[in-house]
């Protein structure tokens, strides 16, 4: 089982860049890390999804160390529409069932 | 158009009843998703079904069950209500057929908030 461990929280400031570092030292090979984002009152929505390496889109970039076993989301130059928790989720194409529990989250407060 | 959706928003209850959630989905994937959200932000499986077959169903009382009328839907029925029970839950879906490929994109529903007097 490829549990995993986050930050509880974090606080930021407009337009500074937030990392969040989420260890899994027992990912599997055919594991994926994926990183969702829930606001209040609303279900978590996918940001970005990584194997290997780094990987970026239109709101953040993953980077994944050669070992896997950590892994950090990267948000630039965030806003206060960026405050709300952060999943980080690591499971492969036959998890088992406590394989998608995605955790407590990061809490992410941006500051004017 | 909404891709996820649960009725009922809210639920108050008394303990002891028995109720209903349902999810509705609209981006034609195969595989769709009960989880437990509590007081802390755990987000936790439940059940996944894909092509109206239970894959997953993680160590959650008897009292759970799902149903899943075609491959749009997957209500949720709860016996016996207790305490316990008081959470938000939210339905999800993704694409993947044959097993759950629980690595695709998850797409969920506003989450339905259960309170268990």
């Known amino acids: 089982l490829a549990k995993t461990t986050q930050p509880i929280s974090m606080d930021s400031y407009e337009g500074q860049e937030v990392n969040i570092t989420c260890s899994h030292n027992n990912i599997a090979t055919n594991d994926y890390i994926t990183w969702y984002q829930q606001f209040p009152s609303q279900g978590p929505r996918f940001i970005i999804q990584?194997?290997?390496t780094k990987v970026t889109n239109e709101v953040a970039s993953l980077f994944i160390p050669a070992d896997r076993k950590s892994s950090t989301l990267s948000l630039p130059r965030v806003s206060l529409s960026d405050t709300a928790v952060y999943y980080c989720?690591?499971?492969?194409?036959?998890?088992?069932?406590?394989?998608?529990?995605f955790g407590g989250g990061t809490r992410v407060l941006v500051k004017p | 158009d909404t891709a996820v959706s649960q009725t009922p928003k809210y639920l108050v209850t008394q303990m002891g009843n028995d109720k209903s959630i349902k999810c509705e989905q609209n981006l034609g994937h195969d595989t769709m998703y009960w989880y437990k959200q509590d007081s802390k932000k755990f987000l936790k499986i439940m059940f996944s079904?894909?092509?109206?077959?239970?894959?997953i169903n993680e160590t959650v009382p008897n009292r759970f069950s799902p149903k899943s009328p075609d491959k749009a839907h997957l209500n949720l029925h709860i016996n016996s209500l207790e305490l316990g029970d008081s959470a938000v839950y939210f339905c999800?879906?993704?694409?993947?057929?044959?097993?759950?490929?629980?690595?695709?994109?998850?797409?969920f529903g506003p989450g339905t908030r259960l309170t268990v007097l």
């Open positions: 079904y894909n092509n109206k077959e239970l894959i």
């Open positions: 990584g194997y290997k």
């Open positions: 999800a879906s993704s694409r993947g057929g044959g097993r759950v490929s629980s690595y695709n994109e998850q797409f």
């Open positions: 989720l690591v499971a492969g194409a036959k998890a088992a069932g406590n394989k998608l529990t």
